[in-house]
């Protein structure tokens, strides 16, 4: 297969990375939160968060200014070894499954892991050939405010319920043959990207 067109975070077979994409609109410390917990919990060598351009199940108003989401999200992760990355919008792709099948050469090169939160988990069943995503990646799910039970309730967790992996076990999740999740607990923060809008435009 072809590699990108564009250049990419050197990367070798026995690096550990997590994915985190998202709308990041905006980001906040709930998402720094994650981010934390997950180069911990999973041991990463890298977390990349990749800044979606346009989250297919939501209006397009709520996710214009993409640089300035880009830039918010650069300041807000303030670690080393998390990347802000905008591959989305460079490969032209409109869903997580799409993009992941476009990083194809790029996942044949580490050992990886895809990061969200108990909020992006329960809705899962509703995004685009949804089923590629565990079948691609291990799923490292961390627990949201007010999501956990709609998380463990969810069409996802129910059908992949028999692939689950125990949350002290989820530092085995990068590289795992799929399709493999972890439900993780953390300490909740109140944040979220939807309260932030609505107190901007108040």
């Not at 990419?8 to 990375?17: E, G, S």
């Not at 909740?188 to 990207?193: C, G, I, L, Q, V």
Request: charged share 20%; aromatic share 8%.
């Amino acid at each position: 297969m072809a590699p990108l067109p564009f250049p990419l975070p050197a990367v070798n077979p026995k690096m550990r990375i997590g994915i985190f994409g998202g709308s990041f609109n905006p980001a906040h410390a709930g998402h720094v939160a994650i981010g934390q917990e997950a180069l911990k919990r999973l041991k990463l060598h890298q977390l990349w968060w990749l800044v979606s351009p346009q989250n297919p199940l939501k209006d397009s108003a709520e996710t214009d200014d993409f640089e300035r989401r880009v830039a918010l999200a650069e300041q807000l992760a303030g670690h080393p070894r998390v990347k802000i990355l905008t591959l989305e919008r460079r490969l032209g792709t409109s869903n997580t499954a799409a993009t992941l099948r476009a990083l194809r050469p790029l996942l044949a090169c580490g050992q990886y892991v895809w990061v969200m939160g108990a909020d992006s988990f329960a809705s899962l069943h509703r995004w685009n050939n949804w089923l590629r995503i565990p079948y691609t990646l291990p799923l490292a799910v961390f627990d949201r405010p007010g999501y956990t039970l709609q998380a463990l309730h969810s069409p996802a967790a129910q059908r992949l319920a028999p692939y689950r992996i125990d949350a002290e076990d989820c530092a085995v999740l990068p590289g795992h043959r799929t399709p493999a999740w972890s439900f993780i607990p953390i300490p909740r923060r109140p944040d979220s990207s939807t309260a932030l809008r609505r107190r901007l435009k108040r």
